[in-house]
């Protein structure tokens, strides 16, 4: 789709192009593993048709990545393996951090992280407890970051305006396709009143807002292959302001389920119990630095809450025609739906546990 070695070329890297190829399980941006004569990187193209204003999307990038990197640098100045455990952003040879080409793409690039992965799905409690830490770890590195971040995407995590999404996209039926999700839409609406609680909170003034990831699946942490730490934090583009629950809730949204988020038999999904204590005692092993009694108290329910949120999101897109998410087969997004409204059934069964479990954490 892209001259890739074209693109690569604008950018300041260490030895000469070699070769690309697509990488990641990406829903949003096209990603590249990319390699030179010296180092490998990953380049990515921006998908602006989602992020609307890559260039603020690009700001945060860089205060973010600069600010943990000052923060390692302090703290751990004489570790070199310490530079793995951020993104270090590479410039364009204009000095920008992308490169927008002829045709408008924007591009960026990173250094690769070797001897680490991703997992879509985790498989034992200690992966989960380490995706866990460092996503808390991440939160707590940028609680003092000056200023506010950029909004890349407008209410992303506002469950009420996600609902109102819905309520349109079933009013409108623009590809006729309400006929199909009757079950999935009386699950949904028979949960409203929940869906404004963090909302209120905040209002409140009970629940502060922060500098958040606000896309906290579990492959979105870099997992190192020797020690099986959590490592680095990766795909930075929803960093903005935002409630430490959306991460969290997201958290046990993918972390939780032995399957993936578009399984087709519903039958193997479900929140398994281990692995929520597991994300929970390893979030709080550095969020709990920072967040105060009622944000402790509500992390069970954001599991629930972003859980039904994102599958009211997937059956949005799917009513709407498929026009945000990637899909790879024909009702994809119905699919997704589908598997978020089954573990979000799970969480209910299993909600008094959790609740337990999180008071008995100090």
Do not use: W
Request: proline share 3%; charged share 30%.
């Amino acid at each position: 789709m892209y001259d890739l070695a074209r693109v690569c070329g604008n950018f300041r890297l260490d030895g000469e192009f070699t070769a690309a190829e697509k990488y990641g399980t990406g829903h949003i941006n096209d990603t590249f593993k990319m390699r030179t004569t010296r180092q490998t990187y990953i380049l990515q193209r921006i998908n602006t048709g989602i992020f609307r204003e890559p260039e603020k999307l690009m700001d945060n990038f860089v205060r973010v990545c600069d600010h943990i990197e000052k923060k390692i640098a302090r703290e751990k100045a004489a570790d070199p393996a310490c530079r793995r455990k951020h993104l270090q952003l590479i410039a364009a040879r204009d000095g920008r951090p992308f490169y927008r080409d002829a045709e408008g793409n924007f591009f960026r690039c990173y250094v690769f992280v070797d001897q680490a992965r991703t997992y879509d799905v985790l498989e034992n409690a200690g992966q989960a407890y380490a995706a866990a830490a460092a996503f808390g770890a991440f939160q707590n590195d940028l609680a003092d970051l000056p200023g506010r971040l950029h909004e890349t995407i407008a209410d992303f995590h506002h469950t009420p305006k996600r609902l109102a999404a819905l309520e349109e996209a079933v009013k409108t039926d623009r590809c006729g396709r309400l006929g199909e999700v009757g079950p999935e839409l009386e699950f949904i609406m028979a949960r409203k009143d929940e869906y404004s609680l963090l909302i209120r909170e905040k209002d409140a003034g009970n629940l502060l807002e922060r500098t958040t990831h606000n896309d906290t699946k579990l492959n979105n942490v870099l997992i190192d292959d020797a020690t099986g730490a959590g490592i680095c934090v990766i795909d930075l583009d929803t960093v903005m302001p935002g409630l430490p629950h959306y991460d969290f809730g997201d958290m046990v949204r993918t972390g939780t389920s032995p399957a993936p988020e578009d399984e087709l038999d519903l039958g193997k999904v479900g929140m398994r119990f281990e692995m929520f204590e597991a994300l929970l005692r390893g979030y709080l092993s550095n969020a709990g630095r920072f967040l105060n009694a009622r944000e402790k108290e509500l992390l069970p329910f954001s599991g629930k809450l972003i859980t039904l949120e994102i599958g009211i999101r997937f059956l949005t897109d799917y009513l709407s025609g498929d026009v945000y998410f990637k899909i790879h087969r024909e009702k994809h997004n119905l699919d997704r739906c589908r598997t978020q409204i089954a573990l979000a059934r799970s969480i209910e069964q299993q909600f008094d546990a959790m609740r337990r479990l999180n008071d008995s954490i100090k």
